[in-house]
T-cell receptor, first 113, second 115 residues
Framework: DTAVSQTPKYLVTQMGNDKSIKCEQN?????MYWYKQDSKKFLKIMFS???????INETVPNRFSPKSPDKAHLNLHINSLELGDSAVYFC????????????FGPGTRLTVL | GNSVTQMEGPVTLSEEAFLTINCTYT??????LFWYVQYPGEGLQLLLK?????DKGSNKGFEATYRKETTSFHLEKGSVQVSDSAVYFC??????????????FGTGTRLQVTL
């Protein structure tokens, strides 16, 4: 019973391409997130959605566009991929509030060639 | 802005040794504090958390106490095992819109435990 799942697990693509990463949670949470982990393992929040509404947008280039068709799904679409986009992208979900634990997916390793 | 500072790794210990990973933070307001663990090739898992000053979080033999006076949340374990080898992240959650919390992570500390 996977709580937070992401597809694909690995994504290798050429510069300039457009790609999407999908995330689904079955925890019944209202809030979902995207984080980026760089090659030095540093994690930084990108976006957060609550019940399909964008709540947090951390000055991410507008080539990145999150989409939430319903509160159980938060997809990440990336246009015109650049070398610097290579990273591991993690989806997470939680209930509202600062003490709410965030549950993370297994990550998607994106490699841009 | 908020920030979390962790000791740099890697930390290499022999099995059954005592572990301390230091974590200090800077935040406005009253953050909640977390330790997450990332095993090789996997996502992050919550290890423990504390939501207010003097709270102690504990799980799987790991402990950390929320110290407001020193703005610290050091992770400790009395006797590590090889299976504890992983990257450990300290994090805080401060911004609370009522619907979403923003986690600010430290840089992570890699722990390697040998026989």
């Amino acid at each position: 019973d996977t709580a937070v799942s992401q597809t694909p697990k690995y994504l290798v693509t050429q510069m300039g391409n457009d790609k999407s990463i999908k995330c689904e949670q079955n925890l019944g949470h209202d809030t979902m997130y995207w984080y980026k982990q760089d090659s030095k393992k540093f994690l930084k929040i990108m976006f957060s959605y609550n019940n399909k509404e964008l709540i947090i947008n951390e000055t991410v280039p507008n080539r990145f566009s999150p989409k939430s068709p319903d509160k159980a799904h938060l997809n990440l679409h990336i246009n015109s991929l650049e070398l610097g986009d290579s990273a591991v992208y993690f989806c997470a979900s939680s209930q509202p509030g600062r003490s709410g634990t965030q549950y993370f997916g297994p990550g998607t390793r994106l490699t841009v060639l | 802005g908020n920030s979390v500072t962790q000791m740099e790794g890697p930390v290499t210990l022999s099995e059954e040794a005592f572990l301390t990973i230091n974590c200090t933070y800077t935040a406005t307001g009253y953050p909640s504090l977390f330790w997450y663990v990332q095993y090789p090739g996997e996502g992050l898992q919550l290890l423990l958390k504390a939501t207010k000053a003097d709270d102690k979080g504990s799980n799987k033999g790991f402990e950390a106490t929320y110290r407001k006076e020193t703005t610290s949340f050091h992770l400790e374990k009395g006797s590590v095992q090889v299976s504890d080898s992983a990257v450990y992240f300290c994090a805080l959650s401060d911004r609370d819109t009522g619907t979403a919390s923003k986690l600010t992570f430290g840089t992570g500390t890699r722990l390697q435990v040998t026989l």
